[in-house]
């Protein structure tokens, strides 16, 4: 299996801030990444594939980069909404991972 | 409009049998991947396996081969995920998801989850 790791497990952060959540592959996975969100009692929803294109219709206040190993999820200007876990996933192997997510609170 | 829509929470005994299910709609259920993620109570998400219902192949994460079967149903567009006994460490929400066309895949569409309870 790949293994993936994010940091930080959890966050605060203030309505207007950046943040920015990492995610590392334990091998090179090109580009071949997602991000989902998952806000409390509900059911993940696909952000960014290809680690940078970014879900259609989804706020612009959220983007991607990376490749190989290391990869960022950045939301700008964060918003009450946002209040969420965020998890990475590969889709390099066929045998999918996801990263362990991160928490991020609203101040 | 993508639907998948899951059956309703369980609750069962320690080693029991269980068979949930995830019905697709609104696109070609035969043509695109289906998988599994679990997720227990306060943890992250795990991916279980993926079925292709147009053949029925199928491939599973090695900490869930040989602890679950996933099946598919294509005359019907539905999905399966059962246990023969089930432990009470399988307590959790189990959600179905319609992977992306193609390669790579990603979690595209998602159902809204069957809670899993195993309590004696």
């Known amino acids: 299996d790949i293994q993936m790791t994010q940091s930080p497990s959890s966050l605060s952060a203030s309505v207007g801030d950046r943040v920015t959540i990492t995610c590392r592959a334990g091998q090179s996975i090109s580009t071949f990444l997602g991000w989902y969100q998952q806000r409390p009692g509900k059911a993940p929803n696909l952000l960014i594939y290809?680690?940078?294109s970014l879900q259609s219709g989804l706020p612009s206040r959220f983007s991607g980069s990376g490749s190989g190993t290391d990869f960022t999820l950045t939301i700008s200007n964060l918003q009450p909404e946002d209040s969420a876990t965020y998890y990475c996933q590969q889709s390099h192997s066929t045998l999918l991972t996801f990263g362990g997510g991160t928490k991020v609170e609203i101040k | 409009e993508v639907q998948l829509v899951q059956s309703g929470a369980e609750v069962k005994k320690p080693g029991e049998s269980l068979k949930i299910s995830c019905k697709g709609s609104g696109y070609s259920f035969t043509t695109y991947w289906i998988g599994w993620v679990r997720q227990r109570p306060g943890e992250g998400l795990e991916w279980m396996g993926n079925?292709?219902?147009?053949?029925?192949?199928?491939k599973y994460s090695p900490s869930f081969q040989g602890q679950v079967t996933i099946s598919a149903d294509k005359s019907i567009n539905t999905a399966y995920l059962q246990w023969s006994s089930l432990k009470a460490s399988d307590t959790a929400m189990y959600y179905c998801?319609?992977?992306?066309?193609?390669?790579?895949?990603?979690?595209?569409?998602w159902g809204q989850g069957t809670l899993v309870t195993v309590s004696s």
């Open positions: 079925i292709y219902p147009g053949d029925s192949d199928t």
């Open positions: 290809t680690a940078s």
């Open positions: 998801a319609r992977l992306s066309g193609g390669f790579p895949h990603y979690f595209e569409h």
